[in-house]
């Protein structure tokens, strides 16, 4: 899953860290079996892109977890989620 994020009043990119770095670790935190990682908008003050992967025997597995991730970013009040992106691959891709 990718997630397209907007913050709020930020004007460098240390402090963007300061804003991405505690998501990325509560969804870590909080969801032990998935991969978590700033993937895109790197050079952007007020934009971040969060990458979230996960592995399971099941689909349905993989969308509950995922979308219990996006609510977790969605309901963050210093951000705005501007889209929330899933693909699933199979063993058959």
Not at 36 to 64: F, M, P
Request: charged letters at 30%; proline letters at 3%; one cysteine or more.
């Amino acid at each position: 899953m990718t997630l397209d994020l907007l913050l709020g009043d930020v004007r460098s990119l240390k402090q963007k860290r300061s804003v991405v770095r505690p998501i990325v670790a509560e969804l870590q935190r909080r969801h032990p079996g998935v991969a978590v990682a700033e993937t895109g908008h790197l050079d952007l003050h007020r934009r971040a892109e969060i990458g979230v992967a996960v592995v399971s025997s099941s689909a349905g597995n993989c969308k509950e977890v995922l979308e219990a991730c996006e609510r977790l970013v969605a309901y963050r009040p210093d951000i705005e989620l501007l889209s929330a992106r899933q693909r699933l691959f199979t063993d058959e891709d």
